[in-house]
């Protein structure tokens, strides 16, 4: 009986000390760069770790985060993570969005408990950056975090994400595209987790290469949409070819293709995933929107599996961003581009609805051979494609509406034929003047497509929409606008309309335009040549009944120079402000 009360007293002993020795947490020599930061710039924290964990990767295992303080007292809370890209490293990013001192402190925390550093501190100074985009007060359009105006111009440019240093976006390529006036890319990256990482653990080659491109976006002020998931990752049978790649993705280990929207399993390892995309790169004001998923019905879970748990996990996902991104960026997501790809679910979850458009799949299309037959012209068609969705998003969803994806060759006129240029130039100014937020995303940057695509007429839409305040615009809503020989389109606020006018039979000199329920008042009105991209008129006109009519100059052969007014032109109508009352005089 005395040797059993010494074994558990022994044994005892020996848990004692089993547990009094094991080590809490340290952080170990912290580095700040800068001791100064530009407002919204970055700052990065690294440090090393000591600590009891397997999984570096895993929150369960080791929790990082640092309690930021802004100059004002408000509070942040800042997820670190896993660098292994330039040596083994913890980090911590973080973008200040006042100016001053701020102070912060890290934890971390592993299965022995907690550690916590001393107080550290930081200031943030003037910058000149605009910050990240968010919705506007509006909730129709998208500004910057300072509140300047934001109208996204630009194209999917995907990269491919290999290694560092080894991707199809080229500096030198976003440095032309940013001359042209193209403030956003999009694109879809390859998943975090592959086969060779393991489930759980990031690819810190891919990871690496999106610091890279969005720190080539920051150096640019341009924007990046990122594409989280794109559908041929979570494809194992739809639609085949290059649209297959479950075969590469992980989760395959732990669920079927048709049940990855609704494994509980699965969902767990996510939730530690977007997190990660959070600490990592949610800092950054070139991060635009995460793009959540791109053609969710091009994935077994939505073919094989169930639709509705599709549309569901697109609402988690979202309420997982909503929920921890501390920079709040938009989300959205997308079905594909077919007539009858109307994603009502995905339109009411997401920040911004993004519908697509492959006109070639079910839309108005001229399919008689000829275009002299056609009932209507191939370009009416397809500008009439556009202002049809766009405007289904504008009255079914209060939030800002965009063309997701479009483009490609999926249309009537192929992408080496100059008439192509025209789809996408009556593109942009159909979308720009039925409601979208941004050019409709026009898939994708190639060689085959950029002698079309890439031209001035990017540059010219975005000098017309530089001078339109769309965060600041009150009371937007479609204009009541017609033209007496054409098309007309156009968008009205309290403080001014713009619109399109556009006539795929002949130009549209001489025309008249009219536009209804403005208010009564003296208005500038500014005439643009969309093609040409510069202002050819201006003046005033009146509106005294609620209504304002004004006729297209026509332009015509001057010293043997063409001055061709074309078949479209755009114009902005801004109301002038009331004559302040002149002052009463009292007598005495």
């Known amino acids: 009986m005395k040797n059993l009360h010494v074994f558990f007293f022994a044994l005892f002993s020996m848990l004692q000390i089993n547990t009094f020795s094991a080590s809490l947490p340290e952080i170990i020599n912290i580095r700040q760069r800068p001791d100064s930061t530009g407002l919204y710039e970055k700052l990065e924290i690294s440090f090393n770790l000591n600590a009891d964990y397997i999984n570096p990767f895993d929150p369960d295992e080791i929790d990082i985060s640092a309690d930021f303080t802004s100059p004002s ?5 800042i997820h670190g993570f896993y660098d292994y890209s330039y040596g083994t490293l913890w980090k911590i990013r973080f973008s200040p969005d006042e100016t001053g001192k701020w102070s912060y402190t890290i934890t971390a ?22 910050g990240p985009v968010q919705i506007a007060p509006n909730r129709r359009y998208l500004k910057h975090s300072d ?24 500096a030198e390529e976003l440095d032309y595209l940013k001359s042209l006036g193209v403030n956003f890319i999009g694109s879809f990256i390859t998943p975090l987790e592959t086969m060779g990482s393991g489930l759980g ?50 989760y395959q280990q732990i669920t ?17 995933l977007y997190r990660y995309f959070i600490a990592r790169w949610g800092y950054s004001r070139a991060l635009a929107i995460w793009f959540i998923i791109d053609e969710v019905n091009g994935t077994d879970g939505w073919v094989s599996g169930d639709s509705t748990a599709a549309s569901g996990w697109a609402q988690k996902v979202h309420t997982y961003f909503k929920t921890n991104d501390p920079f709040n960026h938009p989300t959205t997501g997308t079905r594909s581009g077919g007539i009858n790809e109307f994603w009502h679910q995905g339109y009411q ?29 191939p370009l009416k068609s397809s500008y009439s494609n556009y202002r049809q969705e766009i405007q289904k998003l504008w009255k079914g969803y209060e939030k800002p509406a965009i063309v997701g994806e479009t483009g490609w060759d999926h249309m009537f006129y192929e992408p080496d034929m100059p008439e192509y240029q025209s789809v996408y130039h009556n593109a942009l100014w159909v979308a720009l003047t039925t409601g979208s937020a941004m050019t409709p995303f026009w898939w994708a940057h190639s ?17 017309f929409t530089d001078l339109i305040p769309f965060g600041k615009l009150t009371d937007v809503m479609p204009a009541d606008v017609k033209s007496v020989r054409g098309d007309a389109f156009a968008i009205k606020s309290n403080e001014l309309t713009f619109g399109w006018v556009v006539n ?9 335009i009219s536009l209804s329920s403005l208010k009564t008042g003296k208005y500038k009105l500014k005439i643009f040549h969309t093609w040409r991209g510069q202002f050819i008129d201006e003046k005033e006109v009146t509106c005294t009944d609620g209504s304002v009519t004004f006729g297209l100059p026509y332009l015509k052969i001057t010293d043997s120079h063409a001055n061709y007014i074309g078949h479209d032109i755009a114009f902005i109508l801004e109301r002038y402000p009331d004559p302040t009352p002149a002052p009463v005089k009292v007598k005495r």
């Open 147 to 170: 509140g300047s105006q934001f109208y996204g111009v630009g194209l999917w440019y995907n990269d491919g994400y290999a290694e560092f240093n080894n991707g199809q976006v080229k």
């Open 447 to 463: 060689s085959r497509l950029n002698d079309n695509v890439l031209t001035s007429q990017i540059t010219n839409i975005k000098k």
């Open 256 to 272: 079927k293709a048709k049940d990855f929207y609704r494994s509980e399993t699965a969902w767990k390892y996510q939730e530690k």
């Open 504 to 512: 795929d039979e002949k130009d549209v000199a001489g025309d008249k």
């Open 349 to 377: 979850t997401f920040d911004l609805a993004a519908r697509e458009i492959y006109e070639g799949q079910g839309f108005q299309v001229n399919k008689t051979g000829t275009i002299d037959s056609a009932a209507v012209n």
């Open 109 to 130: 925390h592993d299965k022995n408990g907690s550690a916590t550093s001393g107080i550290q501190s930081f200031v943030a100074i003037k910058s000149g950056k605009k």
């Open 201 to 250: 653990r990031y690819d810190q080659n891919i990871c690496g290469r999106l610091d890279e491109l969005i720190g080539m976006c920051e150096d640019r002020d341009m924007v990046l949409s990122l594409n989280v998931w794109f559908h041929a990752y979570l494809s194992e049978t739809v639609w085949g070819g290059g649209n297959i790649r479950w075969y590469t993705n992980p």
């Open 73 to 77: 007292g408000k509070k942040w809370l």
